[in-house]
Every structure is written in structure tokens, then in C-alpha cells.
């Protein structure tokens, strides 16, 4: 499976981005579509975070709790593309978004070792 993630930028806080995704070939296990997606963010001298993940099949969703309430995961099946609509944006938003995948319909964690592929990332920088 291939990611190719865009839509990063620089915004100011309070303000908003749409992160997209989109996924091409098949993963190990021959899926081609409807495998599970998701969002990583890493901060510069921290660790990777989990940011939101949708369900391949069904539409569940899953998010980190600093992203709670103001971020929004949906995905678009006949394009295998997943979206990140992020709101009100703060300055500790800032960080490289990661686009993932996993080798299976449904979440199953939420640390990186549970994601079978990883997207080169989109910067995002919200400034104060």
C-alpha cells in the first residue's frame, strides 16, 4: 500500500486545515480497499501521537483525546481516500501528520507498531 498524504500548511490558531489521503496497491493480506486507515502526528523532539483512525468497513472511528471534539476523520470508499478535518487549531497542533494504514478492516490499537503502513507525512505549523 502506498500513502500519499497532502494538505498541510500554516494556519493561525483557532483556525482549520483538511488533511487528505490517498491509498493505492494492496496490502499483504491482498485487501485493496476497505483496510483500516488512520493519522499519526509527530512534534519536533516527540514522540509519534495518535491522532484518529477509521474502520475500512462500517465507519467506526477512534481518536486521540487531545484531538477530541475538534478534529474529524471520514473517508471516501470508491477513492480509498481518508480526510482529516481539523478545527480550531492550536499552536500544540503543530507537528508532521502521518497517514496509515493497516493490513485489516478494524482498529485494533492505537500505537504506532499496530499500523502496517505509514505515509511520508504533511507539515503542519498553527501559529499563535
Known amino acids: 500500500v502506498q500513502l500519499q498524504a497532502c494538505g498541510g500548511g500554516l494556519v493561525q490558531t483557532g483556525g482549520s486545515l483538511r488533511l487528505s489521503c490517498a491509498a493505492s496497491g494492496s496490502t499483504g493480506s491482498g485487501y485493496t480497499w476497505g483496510y483500516g486507515m488512520g493519522w499519526f502526528r509527530q512534534a519536533p523532539g516527540k514522540e509519534r501521537e495518535f491522532v484518529a483512525h477509521i474502520d475500512g468497513r462500517g465507519g467506526g472511528t477512534v481518536y486521540g483525546d487531545s484531538v477530541k471534539g475538534r478534529f474529524t476523520i471520514s473517508r471516501d470508499g470508491t477513492k480509498n481516500t481518508i480526510y482529516l478535518q481539523m478545527m480550531s487549531l492550536k499552536p500544540e497542533d503543530t507537528a508532521v501528520y502521518y497517514c496509515?494504514?493497516?493490513?485489516?478492516?478494524?482498529?485494533?490499537?492505537?500505537?504506532?507498531?499496530?499500523?502496517?503502513?505509514w505515509g511520508q507525512g504533511t507539515e503542519v505549523t498553527v501559529s499563535s
Open positions: 496509515v494504514a493497516l493490513d485489516r478492516m478494524y482498529w485494533i490499537g492505537s500505537t504506532p507498531g499496530h499500523y502496517d503502513y
